[in-house]
């Protein structure tokens, strides 16, 4: 009996395994949460380089309608107030360069 019980254990143990990595490919830039309880691993540069790629794509939309948020967005800075208004208009900033450094 006791081969048995280690092999079903070693079988459960793949197919864990196996649902565990399917998980970890589906995790995506668009997709992944990041919060203060679900850190992105500062270990998972590939992850990291993705996530920044997606923003710079979503900065440089320039159709409003088009722009997607992160969920992460949900919990930094937080969701949009309902009733929200879009609004156009022209915002310059002067930064000096010491403020930069």
Known sequence: MK?????????????FK???QDKNIL???????????NPLSVKDTALRESVAQWCVQQ?????YKKIKA???SDFFPGK???GY??????LKL?????ELL
């Not at 830039?29 to 309880?37: D, G, L, M, R, V």
């Not at 900065?59 to 159709?63: A, F, M, R």
Request: charged letters at 20%; proline letters at 6%; aromatic letters at 8%.
């Open 27 to 37: 995790v995506t830039a668009e997709n992944i949460i990041i919060t203060p309880q």
């Open 18 to 20: 196996a649902n565990a």
């Open 85 to 90: 208004e879009f609004t156009t208009g022209l």
């Open 59 to 63: 900065l440089k939309e320039s159709d």
């Open 94 to 98: 002067h930064i000096k360069r010491s």
């Open 3 to 15: 081969p048995k019980f280690i092999l079903s254990f070693f079988i459960c143990l793949l197919i």
């Open 70 to 72: 992160q969920p992460s």
């Open 80 to 82: 949009v107030k309902d």
